[in-house]
């Protein structure tokens, strides 16, 4: 049996309906498996959604859950992927004091050598996005935390695949049946 | 037209005719029960209530067209719709109020989604303005039901009424059939809408039957023909199908030993020479000991079932799986399968067949013989035809099926008695076991039986029932007075919750924690809902009551005390090996 836990990236597009949500976190959760990160937005295609779930957890209970995903009535189809089989970012924003950004020049350089974007600034506070891989946020942030942060938000997980998705082609096919 | 409650009870029901071609303006609960009766739907089971009252007053007016069943609490609804559903194999219906109508349904859903049943359950919910209000009888049933059925939707508008029954209707029939709950707000029930209803052909998200893959059937046809010891293990997928003649032909033509899962019982004859029994943990002897013995394991409409399968890691690691199924999600889920022949059982039993090679498997068969015979003298003959005081459960389903001579449709509920009256009821015909299977629902079969007898009311029905499953649901005896739905009932009573004491026995050092039950009058009872009602209680009078009950015409209540501590042979004990089966 494979019991090596892996992290894996599921994408699935559905149709945009109340409650899908729930009936696809349901799965999850009657598993008892922990979803480490979701985001749910528009996809490439026209009225399709498309949900990016992180997950750790071995390859055959990942292939069990995808089945038991696509089943549902408006699911249209589930992929799941390693790490190395994606393009993937999460994107994070970090609110902190307008002071340090003139009293402490490494904040500076911080700023510069994390390729972080200053999204705006007022004389209480700025606000810093940086996108990247985990680790990449996880360091600014260990990096910025001395000076005192205000507010840290973290975004789940978004990626794309390297190989192809055929979802377009499906959805031509039930049109033309 | 702006609503107003009389224009809707007059001017709104113009045409009776369900289908109307042109559009017409009607009002939501109207265009509810127009649209059932346009899906073919003949008899609906519910329990009014506050948010569920506009529907409720339409179908008042169409009372000659859809006879509506009330139940005298809202599972019943959902197991007499269930009944409906199995024997009939059309979609079962009920409705029931928002909140406490809604969560009583819970329970039949849920039993209907394990066991692959289509049902449409409509519940009233409050008006759109108040959700999520904490307002009286509001409770989220679209949160609540959305893990125990295959599809729900709310509906806040009228306009929208049409096409989402129409969905409604084809998810719960299409692919595995199962329960679809469709929860409509009191607002959109008295709003009007412009009507018309067309029938639902396709979902683009949704492929209910997976593409037959030839090459998969020849990988199927040439394992089965090379095997030497065949053994198929059939579920309810075959009846579902309805591939029974598809599926006789293959066993026939290759001569393979058939196993069945419980709810795959009455799929061919019980006296069919290949039909090897019931798999499972209290199924029969050689069928279990041989899944470890087979070299091809031929598995159609089943799921593996941890009460079919015992301990996986041992069960069948010898045998070249073969699984015909038609949801992709059960392939490799419990057993890992060697070839998938995925598709709906009809069509691809009737590509396989002309690929199969005669054969008999004359020797193979003789060990299912063997062993058969070494369950009968230890443990069947004793069941059957008992010496010893003190009446036991087999006796009576064998005599049940002595004067029904196969015909009757056996509805048990869950326990020991069920065990019993699946492995001992000889069916003739399919659709004739209904039982709640994979939920095992105590309370399932005094209503499911009422629902069956309305589907099929040329057949005979008879609810085998324990005293505890019994008293869970006792209140439809009322349902029945009222319908006078001609529904046997053989309650075996011994006075105790058998299964669990059996394995309090077994198990706990015969701690019997809580299951002795302290009974009452159980004729009594039937004979307030003016049900006649006999009690047997020595072996002499037996013949003669199940005798008058099966020549009744009507209702009828049959009592039989069985020995109390009586234990339900051959078991696999929960987590051993189909081939550790124990015959005591």
Known sequence: ?177 | MNFNKETMQTETLISKDPIASECIRISGSEAIVRSLIAEGVDVLYGYPGGAIMPVYDALYHFKDQLHHVLTRHEQGATHAAQGYARISGKVGVAIATSGPGATNLVTGIADAQIDSTPLVCITGQVTSSLLGSDAFQETDIIGISTPVTKWNHQITKASEIPEVIAKAFYIARSGRPGPVLIDITKDAQFETLDFTYQKCTGIRSYSPEPQIDPLAINKAAALINKAKKPLVVWGQGVILSGAETAFKAVIEKAGLPSAWTILGASAIETSHPLNVGMVGMHGNYAPNILTNECDVLIAIGMRFDDRVTGHLESYARQAKVIHFEIDPAEINKNVTADVAVLGDAKKTLEALLPMLVQNTHESWRGRFAALYQIEYDEIIQKDLFPTKEGLTMGEVIHKINTFSKGDAAIVSDVGQHQMIACRYAKFRQTKSNITSGGLGTMGFALPAAIGAKMAAPEREVVAVIGDGGYQMTIQELGTIFQTKAAVKIVLLNNNFLGMVRQWQQLFFDKRYAATELINPDFGMIANAYHIPAQKVTVRADLDAAVMTMMAHDGPYFLEVVVAPEANVFPMIPSGASVSDIRLS
């Open chain 1, 1 to 177: 049996m494979e019991t090596q836990i892996e992290r894996f990236t599921i994408s699935i597009y559905t149709e945009n309906n109340v409650g899908l949500l729930n009936r696809i976190s349901a799965i999850f959760q009657r598993r008892h498996v922990n979803i480490e990160s979701i985001s749910s937005s528009a996809s490439e295609i026209e009225a399709v959604s498309r949900f990016t779930i992180l997950v750790a957890i071995t390859e055959a209970n990942m292939k069990k859950i995808i089945g038991q995903i696509e089943k549902q009535v408006e699911v249209i189809r589930a992929f799941y992927h390693t790490d190395e089989e994606t393009i993937y970012q999460e994107s994070c924003l970090f609110k902190i004091s307008s002071d340090l950004l003139f009293d402490e020049r490494q904040i500076q350089n911080i700023v510069k050598e994390s390729n972080a974007r200053i999204v705006t600034v007022n004389r209480e506070f700025f606000v810093l996005e940086k996108s990247g891989r985990r680790h990449e946020v996880d360091l600014l942030y260990r990096e910025l935390k001395p000076f005192g942060i205000m507010q840290f938000v973290r975004s789940g997980r978004i990626a794309v695949t390297k190989e192809k998705m055929n979802i377009t082609h499906l959805l031509d096919k039930f049109t033309q049946e």
